[in-house]
T-cell receptor
Framework: AQSVTQLDSQVPVFEEAPVELRCNYS??????LFWYVQYPNQGLQLLLK??????LVKGINGFEAEFNKSQTSFHLRKPSVHISDTAEYFC?????????????FGQGTTLQVKP | NAGVTQTPKFRILKIGQSMTLQCAQD?????MYWYRQDPGMGLKLIYY???????DKGEVPNGYNVSRSTTEDFPLRLELAAPSQTSVYFC?????????????FGPGTRLTVL
């Protein structure tokens, strides 16, 4: 079984400041790792994913995430945020050996970018 | 391509009523999913389907039913609605295995049961 914990429910930050959204996971099997973003009143869309290889993954809109196997973490970062980054962010995992594509989501982190 | 579409966008039900949430995708994806999103709880998988005629339960299937007669459509049925089913419901689809494929989400249906 897998579980995902997002360590902060809300992260307020000023525009142009850096931000880190934290994600830890627990799993008895190997997993793929994802970050999805949900803008207000919209569905989720993929920001980035880690499959294998380099532990630093770059995604859309200037976001990146780093996979740390020893700490079972997959934290999301952006060096300079914009007002338009205000949204809810979800970390998720899926079973590498599975064939259903099922995702296990964290509770979500609301990023509030202030002017 | 319209992607994943969901209807209705909003609905208020009385306790004990039934309804069907509609979901359709035009990307020829075999895999489709229904999630519910509750505040502070993330998304929980209700049911999923790996192809027409094949469905299976997710984490929170009680009180719901699904069918998949075509590749495009994956309706979610609520029987005997209860206040605990007040939530936002998202439908998603993805390409076939393996499980690293991106899921594409619809805009959601906000359901209130009073």
């Amino acid at each position: 079984a897998q579980s995902v914990t997002q360590l902060d429910s809300q992260v307020p930050v000023f525009e142009e400041a850096p931000v880190e959204l934290r994600c830890n996971y627990s799993s008895s099997v190997s997993v793929y790792l994802f970050w999805y973003v949900q803008y207000p009143n919209q569905g989720l869309q993929l920001l980035l994913k880690y499959l294998s290889g380099s532990t630093l993954v770059k995604g859309i809109n200037g976001f990146e995430a780093e996979f740390n196997k020893s700490q079972t973490s997959f934290h999301l970062r952006k060096p300079s945020v914009h007002i338009s980054d205000t949204a809810e962010y979800f970390c998720a995992v899926s079973d590498r050996g599975g064939n259903t594509g099922k995702l296990i989501f964290g509770q979500g982190t609301t990023l509030q970018v202030k002017p | 391509n319209a992607g994943v579409t969901q209807t209705p966008k909003f609905r208020i039900l009385k306790i004990g009523q039934s309804m069907t949430l509609q979901c359709a995708q035009d990307m020829n994806h075999n895999y489709m999913y229904w999630y519910r999103q509750d505040p502070g709880m993330g998304l929980k998988l209700i049911y999923y389907s790996v192809g027409a005629g094949i469905t299976d339960k997710g984490e929170v299937p009680n009180g719901y039913n699904v069918s998949r007669s075509t590749t495009e459509d994956f309706p979610l049925r609520l029987e005997l609605a209860a206040p605990s089913q007040t939530s936002v419901y998202f439908c998603a689809s993805s390409l076939d295995s393996p499980s690293y494929n991106e899921q594409f989400f619809g805009p959601g249906t906000r359901l209130t049961v009073l």
